[in-house]
């Protein structure tokens, strides 16, 4: 019989909680105040007390092995006494009573086992607040004898068997649908074969693989097809596919409906943004706000029930549940996610510092993979989840609707901020240190409780003060972020402009030990990308160690299908535009007279895109050419717009800003897009926050420039050229403007699996 293991934190979760969705006593802002209070609570304990008692228990429950394991917090043998620890910033007496029901619940858990093991005839449980803030202890005690224990754990473990049960059965008809489940095209195209073995084996292995694969060549299915296939052998239980882009969650929910059609019996789950799928869009996600927050764990269990009969569980199926069952979507999407095969998420869910599923993931027995798509984008969006911005202004606008005994706080860190801006050089726009002042940090978190003690007391404080909320939101993730601090972060203070006082900012120059973090408790990991040129940089940005498997995929396109012409004449160094800008028109104004169809031209800038326009012009716009550019802040309309056009006609020139919402991302098929343009080698911008980025990887690495500005930029021109050839029939043209590209340390950066060639521009077919 095969065994399933449970924690009792999690099976006390799963059976015993009730009514509403209430975020208010999520017990501190950071686990580190929540162990601190642990170990406060344990100082005063006698020496008869043990802490952190570890306890295991095994039945079997509706034909499966159940194990149940877990550490109660506390376990006093002369007293036959369990205890469990609470924290809290508010008057006990004021917690709602299903949540003090649950943390009994998970008491009474820990004494039923220990009464097993210990072969004790009766104990007593007792659950303890600490109220964090007063330094002062509450208890309540309950008396059990075993028998009362033996029957409130049977029957736990009875209705997570049952639902377990029915989990299984799905898992059977999955594995079943497996055994013969074709490849969903008409067969492996050159190269994906490869790419399918080398996951399929990562997953055996429990390893750490880095694939590189040309676009278009159709990663996602070459790697969710084995990761699925592996699900039946048992190696390991869940797949999460996470992807930086809409684009990349679309062609995964695509990728999955083929698989279904090809027969998979599967299920999967698309996590989406709470502000997206929200039915209550403007209300607090609580009980007395919202009637999806309403008795919402009251309804779960039926939801959560007809979800397993439901094999996409995209957003239209989600809302649909949702509506059905009045609950809310968002909640009910994060309480699927322990029971399905394949969770397809946003980067965010498994790699910010609030990632809900990271949690699951490192506390769950099953074995996670986790496939990485889009793999070139995480450093920068980690860069982004780690970290923090806290203005003044935000500060000011807070205190106006701030209750008086938050008020006070929010004075203190006033002075704080002003102390900053009086400390900084004269004439310094902004400035850096490598640590945070301890003033600053303490106020921070002192404002911090206050505010969460005042939530507590009233569940729509913030709701009704949108300022107040959005410190309270800056100030947790400013705190979480400190509390991540290493010699990889930095606070920059930016100075005061137009008298509101200076902004403070965290930033993260080295995302890759926090991210290694992320990627321990993960069975195997498969990272994927067309641009994960040199792999030693990627491995270090990523967070992978050495050890990782590299592997880059022989493309199943031949490579006279993309003629890539480098114009090395032409000096695009930011000095040397202004001079060369008559040579560059003119050089475009070439390309677009002699190659026809869409073509698509970058700039490392939208200033230089404007001063090339204005030179093509002044020179007379190529003949028979739509123009069309892209400009800073577009909405998705004009967006759209462009993909429109480019379906629709062509003879369009778009000007666009590489790197942009057209570098990557988009696809463009056939005769939808001809050729593409890059001037210049995509090099970051110089500025403070890249200089730190510089100086930082200098230090650990000795290549402080490539790090910072040559391995990103030709990242982007990677992108770009991978726009062309998306389908075995295209063919397609691109040419590279820039004298670097005679350099062969940026030549060694290019993607190898196309023809390139020097020289003047040349007739040919696209
Ligand atoms: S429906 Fe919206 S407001 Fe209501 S609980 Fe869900 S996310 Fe919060």
């Not at 934190?9 to 059976?15: E, G, M, Q, T, V």
């Not at 975020?23 to 007390?49: C, K, L, N």
């Not at 999967?268 to 008795?295: F, N």
């Not at 009704?464 to 909320?469: D, E, F, G, S, V």
Request: proline share 5%; hydrophobic share 40%.
């Amino acid at each position: 019989m095969t065994e399933f293991t449970i924690t009792v934190r999690d099976l006390a979760l799963f059976c015993h909680r009730q009514g509403d969705i209430d975020h208010r006593f999520t017990p501190s802002p950071t686990a580190m105040q929540g162990i601190e209070g642990h170990q406060r609570v344990y100082r005063d304990r006698p020496a008869s007390y043990q802490r952190e008692f570890s306890v295991s228990y095994s039945a079997p429950v509706a034909g499966l092995g159940l194990r149940v394991r877990g550490r109660a917090d506390g376990y006093d043998q002369t007293r036959a006494l369990v205890e469990e620890i609470k924290t809290c910033r508010v008057d006990p007496a004021r917690i709602p009573e299903p949540v003090t029901r649950l943390h009994l619940a998970q008491g009474r858990l820990y004494a039923a086992m220990i009464a097993e093991q210990e072969d004790l005839q009766a104990l007593t449980v007792q659950l303890t607040w600490l109220e964090l803030d007063k330094d002062r202890e509450h208890s309540l005690q309950q008396d059990y004898s075993r028998a009362e224990l033996r029957a409130f754990l049977e029957d736990s473990l009875h209705r997570y068997g049952t639902w377990l049960a029915l989990v299984q059965a799905h898992r059977a008809r999955r594995d079943l649908s497996l055994r013969d489940l074709p490849f969903p095209h008409r067969g492996f195209r050159p190269g994906q074969r490869e790419l399918s073995e080398r996951v399929y084996k990562c997953v055996h292995q429990a390893g750490r693989l880095l694939l590189e694969a040309p676009t278009g060549i159709g990663k996602t299915v070459a790697v969710l097809y084995p990761a699925l296939k592996a699900l039946a052998t048992g190696r390991h239980e869940r797949i999460v596919f996470t992807t930086g882009k809409i684009s990349g969650r679309r062609t995964a929910e695509h990728t999955f409906d083929q698989l279904m059609r090809a027969g998979y019996a599967g299920n999967a789950l698309s996590l989406t943004a709470k502000e997206q799928v929200c039915l209550s869009p403007g209300r607090a996600c609580h009980g007395e706000d919202c009637p999806y927050a309403r008795g919402y764990y009251d309804r779960l269990p039926a939801a959560r029930a007809a979800a397993l009969d439901t094999q996409q569980l995209d957003r239209p199926a989600l809302e649909s549940l949702a509506r059905r069952f009045e609950v809310c979507p968002y909640q009910l999407s994060l309480d699927l996610a322990p029971w399905v095969d394949m969770i397809i998420a946003d980067v965010h869910h498994v790699f910010s510092l609030t990632a809900n599923l990271a949690e699951r993931l490192a506390a769950s027995a099953e074995r996670w993979t986790v496939l990485l798509d889009e793999a070139h984008t995480l450093p920068e969006r980690a860069r982004q989840m780690y970290g923090a911005e806290l203005a003044r202004s935000t500060l000011v606008l807070a205190r106006k609707e701030a209750p008086a005994v938050v008020k006070k706080l929010l004075d203190r860190c006033n002075r704080q901020f002003l102390a900053l801006e009086k400390a900084r050089l004269p004439g310094a726009q902004n400035e850096w240190h490598e640590s945070i002042p301890d003033k600053l940090h303490k106020v921070l978190q002192a404002c911090f409780e206050k505010l969460g003690e005042q939530l507590a007391l009233d569940p729509l404080l913030l709701q009704q003060r949108p300022a107040l909320r959005d410190w309270h939101f800056a100030v947790l993730q400013f705190l979480r972020v400190v509390e991540l601090w290493g010699d990889e972060f930095r606070l920059e203070v930016v100075a005061d402009t137009g008298g509101q006082g200076p902004r403070l900012l965290l930033h993260c120059l080295d995302p890759g030990r926090l991210l290694a973090l992320r990627h321990e408790p993960v069975h195997a990991l498969v990272a994927f990308s067309a641009t994960l040129t040199p792999q030693r940089w990627t491995l270090d940005s990523l967070g992978l160690d050495q050890e990782a498997v590299a592997y880059r995929a022989r493309s199943s396109f031949a490579r006279e299908q993309l003629q890539v012409q480098l114009a090395t004449h032409i000096d695009t160094r930011y000095q040397q535009r202004q001079h060369s800008l008559p040579a560059l028109a003119a050089l475009l104004r070439q390309w677009l007279d002699m190659v026809p169809g869409n073509c698509l031209l970058y700039f490392s800038s939208y200033s230089y895109l404007q001063s090339c326009l204005v030179e093509l012009e002044a020179q007379g716009w190529p003949e028979g050419r739509l123009r069309w550019v892209q400009a800073p802040g577009q909405d998705a309309d004009a967006r759209g717009s462009l993909l429109r056009q480019l379906g629709e006609r062509r003879d369009v020139a778009a000007f666009c800003v590489l790197g942009g919402a057209f570098g990557e991302g988009i696809d463009l098929p056939g005769d939808d897009l001809s050729s593409v343009v890059v001037v210049g080698v995509g090099l970051p911008q110089v500025n403070a926050a890249n200089e730190q980025l510089r100086n930082h990887y200098q230090k650990h690495y000795g290549s402080g420039f490539a790090h910072a500005y040559q391995y990103p930029g030709m990242q982007k021109v990677s992108q770009a050229l991978g726009r062309v050839v998306r389908l075995e029939t295209d063919y397609g043209r691109a040419l590279l403007v820039d004298g670097r590209y005679s350099d062969p340390a940026y030549r060694a950066l290019l993607p190898p699996w196309w023809t390139y060639r020097m020289g003047p521009l040349q007739e040919g077919p696209v």
